[in-house]
T-cell receptor
Framework: IAGITQAPTSQILAAGRRMTLRCTQD?????MYWYRQDLGLGLRLIHY???????GKGEVPDGYSVSRANTDDFPLTLASAVPSQTSVYFC????????????FGSGTRLTVV | GQNIDQPTEMTATEGAIVQINCTYQ??????LFWYQQHAGEAPTFLSY??LDGLEEKGRFSSFLSRSKGYSYLLLKELQMKDSASYLC??????????WGAGTKLIIKP
């Protein structure tokens, strides 16, 4: 089934630990995105990639890093997790800068304690 | 700054019609999206407007007025499964999506 796969589904992480959230798409979309969603706030963009080999910073990039070695994979790394990074993380992709909607993964619920 | 405003919560009755409004102030405009998000799930694409006017898609319609920075999502013949959050998002001049906080729609029998 075409779409986006995120892993893990949920995770409890000790503060200070390093964690990589995985995201893989099989739609050959050029652009990929990482968002965090917190109660009462809109989706906030962490990092994005318009095409393989390029990445950019979003609205809330601090404490996070990404890489885009190929079209399909876009992992998000928390170098040293802090409690304020407790959130639901969504990976998304789109195939153009035009009117096509974004396709979202099912999300990763991360709790940093 | 960039801002998307939509009501936090709305309540409607099964079988009725509801209109969810969205106003925006963004640096540039390259389209407005509506997404549906059920609790604990990912957002799913509903509609896209780039020109003024009404776009109809089954029970859902979306309207855009660029001069007023305004859009609405109209849901007809409401069903219990329409209980969800509805997210408004605007693509700005950098082609990045700016998201509203979402409107939680509660459907009562």
């Amino acid at each position: 089934i075409a779409g986006i796969t995120q892993a893990p589904t949920s995770q409890i992480l000790a503060a200070g630990r390093r964690m990589t959230l995985r995201c893989t798409q099989d739609m050959r979309h050029n652009a990929m995105y990482w968002y965090r969603q917190d109660l009462g706030l809109g989706l906030r963009l962490i990092h994005y990639s318009n095409t393989a080999g390029t990445t950019g910073k979003g609205e809330v990039p601090d404490g996070y890093s990404v890489s885009r070695a190929n079209t399909d994979d876009f992992p998000l790394t928390l170098a040293s997790a802090v409690p304020s990074q407790t959130s639901v993380y969504f990976c998304a992709s789109s195939d153009s800068q035009g009117g096509d909607g974004y396709t979202f993964g099912s999300g990763t619920r991360l709790t940093v304690v | 700054g960039q801002n998307i405003d939509q009501p936090t919560e709305m309540t409607a009755t099964e079988g009725a019609i509801v209109q969810i409004n969205c106003t925006y102030q963004t640096s540039g405009f390259n389209g407005l999206f509506w997404y549906q998000q059920h609790a604990g799930e990912a957002p799913t694409f509903l509609s896209y407007n780039v020109l003024d006017g009404l776009e109809e898609k089954g029970r859902f319609s979306s309207f855009l007025s660029r001069s007023k920075g305004y859009s609405y999502l109209l849901l007809k013949e409401l069903q219990m499964k329409d209980s969800a959050s509805y997210l408004c998002a605007v693509k700005d001049s950098n082609y990045q999506l700016i998201w509203g906080a979402g409107t939680k729609l509660i459907i009562k029998p």
